[in-house]
Each structure stands twice: as structure tokens, then as C-alpha cells.
């Protein structure tokens, strides 16, 4: 293009970046997709390039980060906070590498380190104590945010030596937090967070520590703005150093000795990402020898010694076509959009979640609307957020029917919940959900007995309630669609060894409301017998820790249903097992068992049991097992290609079982 088409080009992309960097770094409330900033941001940058007289101060292209939000004081930062220049493909990092060994020669390393999905933020030290820390704000300039980052409980107060410094890092929201955030918000109603940076970012930014206190933040620092008394060589040895001090560093860091090194490692995380318990968005790639760095120096934005590698992009833009209602085994009612389909993370998405109604009209999605989609912790599709400015007029508001798509019964909203119910009990829908939810692998678990021959024997009329699947018979199941004689023996085998299944199975498997896996166990526990529960009160069930008034309320409702009297004599008449064949709990101490009162960690893929049997039969033996290695663990099982807490295991010295030593263990 020439000088007058570039320079109408050039304001056309400042003025989008301009709009999405403000709500990305300032609202956290981005409209679009990182990847479709990123791409903007790049072909102005080529322009400017091309045509440096077009550069205005105004430029993205010029600026660091985001401007300080009002309610903070602001914090002048002693060493700049620059962010890092991207790349996106194997090329970009052979230019960077060649421009790299151009200044400094072949006699050099990198460091590779996990890029966090979080707030960049800085933390200073007087003489070991934590006194100070700041966002990044436009990289001069942060905001004091220390009462919030002193409820973090990774970051230190006190470190291990009386030293004044200052240091970087990254603070995050845990998937499981940010998954638990979410949910509590979705309860009360409000707009749910659409990523865990933005839940990171908007935690750190509340006024009331308290609110902070209650996320569950976590931190990983990453790098030394200053230093008294201390000379460091390599950017390694200064997270050695930080590991000493008592802060908290990733791990999964590696020193390559060249490029080639450094795309195995990208090629490794891009297929192991989905198993940190944290989102990442790339990788880091920094030279290793700090003279190194400060020979390469810096531009205005970013140091020519780093480059932060980006993922490929984990959200999308595609077209809503429709909204689709479905009715769950509770009754709720859940609007699915149907999207033009489009390949998120590796598959292609025709259907995302949207949550409920009110979520909908908070997001002002409209049917026609260009979307953009995300996998939620990478793995369920949603619908983010609409582009408004992309709607040609014929795009249609959605209202939520006052009918039950498939019984007609009028919906309603029980306990001022956001979602909507069909409270009809003979509603087919949600009898359906509740034999499927009645047969899934953490209730009776019922192998060859899934959604599909479900719905067939539901269609069929074979089945009208769970106790049902158990007169089932080879005349009834042979001639099912694609069921042959094989598949039925061992269906017919599956059900009758179900029998056998403790109670807590059976309790989860009912879908009592408000009584998920966990609370049945601690049912069956207690009560021991279903006959038992059966009479149990209000007050009684109350009285057991964890059980709260919700939960209790849900017990005794459930069993005062005469239609309940009913299915537990039908059980009984089936030889289905109604007692609970575990530890009790006063017992489980005194198990004679190597696992007994010991905190265990599951790792790896195991061959012979599941993650949920291997866990059941730990905890039968008198353990607990956790989803994270510590200090505090006692033994870590590792199946095949076992990652991090494995590795984490063997730094701190916790012994570790093969699946074959805990299933001689568990059979001793």
C-alpha cells in the first residue's frame, strides 16, 4: 500500500487497539480474542515499520501496559516493568535467536519458563521484609496494591535472609478457584469472570482485602528488578537465589543450550498445558547470562534479550446460528448456542455453553451474532462475550420460554436461583438425565450401559425409573441397535455385579439434589444402612460435619416421597446392596493398612484401575488422597507418564509406588 492508504490503515488499527487494550488492561472485560489483538497489533507494527513517520506518541505500538486505575496510590516503579515482544511461530524464534547471536556471539544459553496466564506485579523487600507491591500500570508507573497481595499465603512476609530487593512475578487464579469462583457467582446471580487472569486481575483490584483474601490467589516470581549485596551471573542462578529466600518460582523452568532445545520444550508444554493446575498462554524464552542481557539492553517497550512465544490461540470468533434449550436430570433448563463450527484448541465446536438467561442478556447475545468462543480450563466450549459492532440488524434478542420444551410444564425459579426449573417429576426429560447420571462412572458405574443404550431402552419403554434397569434380560437388550450377543452378556453382567456397589454409590447415583459424590460417602458413613437414612431428621443429618441445612432439608424431602418407599423396596426386591461396605469412620485410623491416616497423591495414567477406583480403594484402606504433592504427603502414586508432581515428589524426597506396588498394598 502507499503513504495515503497506509497512513487511513494505521488509524483505523489505532483506534480498535486503542478500544480493546482499554478493556482488556483497564476494564478487564475484553471483546475479543487475544489472537485477534495480537494480529492487529502486528500489522501496525509492519506499517510503522515500513512507514516510521505514521509512529504517534498515542501508537500501542509505543506503550507498555495499561493506565492506573483510580482508588490506588500510584507507585513509580525504580527499575521499569517493560512487557516482552511476541512470537507466534518457529520463524519469529530463529529471528529473535539469530539476532541474539549476532550481538553476543554463540557462547550463551536460554532459559525457558512457563508463561503465566495472570497480573504482573512487583514486589520490594527492606532488609527481608515484605514492604511494597504494585501492578505493572504502564510499566513507569503501577498501583499499590500491597494489602492485597499480603493475603496471598505463597508470597513471603519474611525471607530467609535480612535483604533489600526488588522482585517480579506473575500473581493467578488456580483453575480449580477460578472454577469455584464461578460457581458461587453463578449462585448469587452475578456475571461470571471469563478467564481466570481477568478473575486475577479484578481480585487484586478490590478495594476490601477481605474479597481478595477469599479468591485464592496464588503467585510465581520470575525475576530480580534489584538487588542489595548480591552479585548474580545467570538469570538461572537468580531463581535458585529467590528459591532460597523462601518465594515461590516455577519449576517446569529449563536452561536450553540453543533454539532447537528451546522448540522441543514449546512442543512438550503445548501437548502437556492441560495438565497444570494454571493456566498458560506460552512460553518464556529469556537469555540466560545477565551481561548478555544488559549487552542486548532494550527498546522503549520491551528487552531485546527476552521473547515471550504465544500459544496458539485458545479463543475464536464464529457465527451463533440458533440457541438450543435442554432439560438436566434436576430440571434446570440450559441454553446451548449452535455455532457455525470452528476449530477451538485442536477440535472443531459446534455447540457452547451459555450458562442461563441472565448471563445472556448481561452479555447482550443475540441470535446472528459474531461470538467469540473459549474452552473453559480447555476443555468446554462457551460463548465469551458478542461483537456488537459486527451486527448487520437482523440479529434477534433471545427470551427464554415460560413452557418446558419437553413436557410443556410452566417453569419456575425455586430460592431465587438464576436458573430456570421444570419441577414436573414425570418430565421424560429429566427421568432420562437421571438414568444416565444413575448408571455414570462415579455413581453405580455401569460399563456399556451410556447415554446412547439409555435412550434407546428409555424410547423403548423399558425402562421408566433406575430400578428398572435391573429386570432387564437378553430378549429386551438384543434387539437394541447395535447390540449383539457379546455386548449383551456383558451389559447383563455389568448390572448384576452393580449389585454389589456400596451404598454411597447408590446414595450419589439417586441424584438426591444438593448431595454430590462426596456427601454421600459421608452418608453411608454415618448411617451405614439406606434404612437408616431413610429415618434420619432434619437436626440428625445437621449434626454430621459437612452436612449443612440445605443438604439436610434435600435428604429428608427426597425420602418422604412415597414414589422413593417404592424404588428402595424395588432395590431390595432386585438384590441391590443398600449398606455400606467401607470403613467407618471411627475406624479408619486403625486400618491395618500402609495408607492408613496418610495423605496421598495420584499421577500419571494408570493401566489397571481408574483415577476414581485407585482413589476409592486408598481412601477404604484409611488414606486421603489430595490432587497435589507438599510437604505434608506421605506417598505419591505414579502411573505411565507421570509429569510434575512426580518430579516434585523426588525433590522432596516422598516415596513413590508404581500402580503394581499399590495394588500389592492394597490386596496385603
Keep these: 500500500m502507499n503513504l495515503s492508504e497506509a497512513k487511513i490503515r494505521a488509524e483505523q488499527l489505532r483506534e480498535l487497539l486503542i478500544k480493546y487494550g482499554h478493556e482488556y488492561y483497564v476494564l478487564d472485560n475484553p471483546s475479543v480474542p487475544d489472537a ?104 513507569v508507573v503501577g498501583e499499590d496494591i500491597t494489602v492485597n497481595l499480603r493475603t496471598i499465603r505463597s508470597i513471603p512476609l519474611q525471607l530467609t535472609e535480612p535483604i533489600t530487593m526488588e522482585i517480579r512475578g506473575e500473581v493467578f487464579m488456580p483453575k480449580k478457584s477460578f472454577e469455584k469462583l464461578n460457581q458461587i457467582r453463578e449462585q448469587k446471580g452475578e456475571e461470571l469472570f471469563a478467564n481466570p487472569r481477568n478473575a486475577a486481575a479484578g481480585s487484586l483490584r478490590q478495594l476490601d482485602p477481605k474479597i481478595a483474601a477469599a479468591r485464592n490467589l496464588d503467585v510465581f516470581l520470575y525475576a530480580i528488578g534489584e538487588v542489595e549485596g548480591k552479585t548474580l551471573t545467570t538469570h538461572s542462578e537468580s531463581l535458585d537465589f529467590l528459591d532460597q529466600l523462601g518465594l515461590k518460582t516455577n519449576k517446569e523452568r529449563r536452561v536450553c543450550p540453543s533454539i532447537e532445545e528451546v522448540l522441543t520444550y514449546i512442543a512438550e508444554w503445548n501437548e502437556k498445558r492441560p495438565t497444570l493446575s494454571y493456566e498458560i498462554d506460552g512460553i518464556v524464552i529469556k537469555v540466560n547470562q545477565l551481561a548478555h542481557q544488559q549487552k542486548l539492553g532494550a527498546t522503549v517497550k520491551s528487552p531485546r534479550w527476552a521473547i515471550a512465544y504465544k500459544f496458539p490461540a485458545e479463543e475464536v470468533v464464529t457465527k451463533l446460528l440458533h440457541i438450543e434449550l435442554s432439560v438436566g436430570r434436576t430440571g434446570v433448563v440450559t441454553p446451548t448456542a449452535i455455532l457455525e463450527p470452528v476449530r477451538v484448541a485442536g477440535t472443531t465446536v459446534q455447540r457452547a455453553s451459555l450458562h442461563n438467561e441472565d448471563l445472556i442478556k448481561e452479555k447482550d447475545i443475540r441470535i446472528g451474532d459474531y461470538v467469540v468462543i473459549r474452552k473453559a480450563g480447555d476443555i468446554i466450549p462457551e460463548v465469551v462475550g458478542s461483537l456488537a459492532d459486527r451486527r448487520t440488524g437482523v440479529e434477534e434478542p433471545f427470551r427464554m420460554p415460560e413452557h418446558c420444551p419437553e413436557c410443556a410444564s410452566e417453569l419456575v425459579r425455586l430460592d431465587e436461583e438464576v436458573a430456570l426449573r421444570c419441577i414436573n417429576p414425570k418430565c421424560p426429560a429429566q427421568i432420562r438425565e437421571g438414568l444416565i447420571h444413575f448408571v455414570s462412572r462415579n455413581a453405580m458405574n455401569i460399563e456399556g450401559l451410556g447415554e ?31 447390540m449383539g450377543e457379546k455386548s449383551v452378556a456383558n451389559l447383563l453382567n455389568a448390572i448384576e455385579a452393580s449389585k454389589q456397589n456400596s451404598l454411597e454409590r447408590l446414595l450419589f447415583g439417586l441424584g438426591i439434589r444438593n448431595v454430590g459424590s462426596k456427601a454421600a460417602k459421608i452418608l453411608a458413613q454415618h448411617f451405614e444402612t439406606i434404612d437408616n437414612l431413610q429415618m434420619a431428621s432434619e437436626e440428625e443429618l445437621q449434626n ?28 431390595k426386591e432386585y438384590g441391590v446392596n443398600l449398606t455400606y461396605k467401607g470403613p467407618k469412620v471411627q475406624d479408619s485410623a486403625s486400618i491395618d493398612s500402609i495408607f492408613s491416616g496418610k495423605t496421598v497423591v495420584l499421577t500419571g495414567k494408570l493401566e489397571t484401575l481408574t483415577r476414581n477406583e485407585a482413589k476409592e480403594k486408598i481412601e477404604n484402606h484409611g488414606g486421603k488422597v489430595t490432587g497435589s504433592v507438599s510437604k505434608s504427603t506421605d506417598f505419591v502414586i505414579a502411573g505411565t507418564d507421570a509429569g510434575s508432581k512426580l518430579k516434585k515428589a523426588e525433590q522432596l524426597g516422598i516415596p513413590v509406588m508404581s500402580e503394581t506396588e499399590l495394588i500389592a498394598e492394597l490386596n496385603k
Excluded: W
Excluded at 462 to 480: G, H, M, S, T
Design 36 to 139: 485477534e489483538y495480537d494480529q492487529l497489533l502486528q500489522e501496525l507494527v509492519m506499517i510503522e515499520e515500513q512507514y516510521p513517520e505514521l509512529v504517534t506518541p498515542n501508537s500501542p505500538t509505543q506503550r507498555v501496559g495499561g493506565e492506573v486505575l483510580e482508588g490506588f496510590s500510584k507507585v513509580e516503579h525504580t527499575v521499569p516493568m517493560l512487557s516482552l515482544a511476541n512470537g507466534f511461530n518457529e520463524a519469529d524464534l530463529r529471528d529473535f535467536d539469530r539476532k541474539v547471536r549476532q550481538a553476543v556471539g554463540d557462547d550463551f544459553s536460554y532459559v525457558c519458563e512457563l508463561k503465566i496466564d495472570g497480573l504482573a506485579v512487583s514486589l520490594r523487600y527492606e532488609n527481608g521484609l515484605f514492604v511494597q507491591g504494585s501492578t505493572r500500570g504502564d510499566g
Design 452 to 482: 446412547r443404550v439409555i435412550t434407546q431402552l428409555f424410547e423403548a419403554d423399558l425402562i421408566k425409573d433406575v430400578a428398572d434397569i435391573f429386570q432387564l434380560n437378553r430378549e429386551q437388550l438384543i434387539k437394541l441397535e447395535r
Design 544 to 571: 454430621i460435619h459437612e452436612i449443612g441445612e440445605k443438604m439436610a432439608k434435600s435428604v429428608v424431602t427426597y425420602f418422604e416421597q412415597p414414589e422413593v418407599h417404592e424404588l428402595i423396596l424395588e432395590l
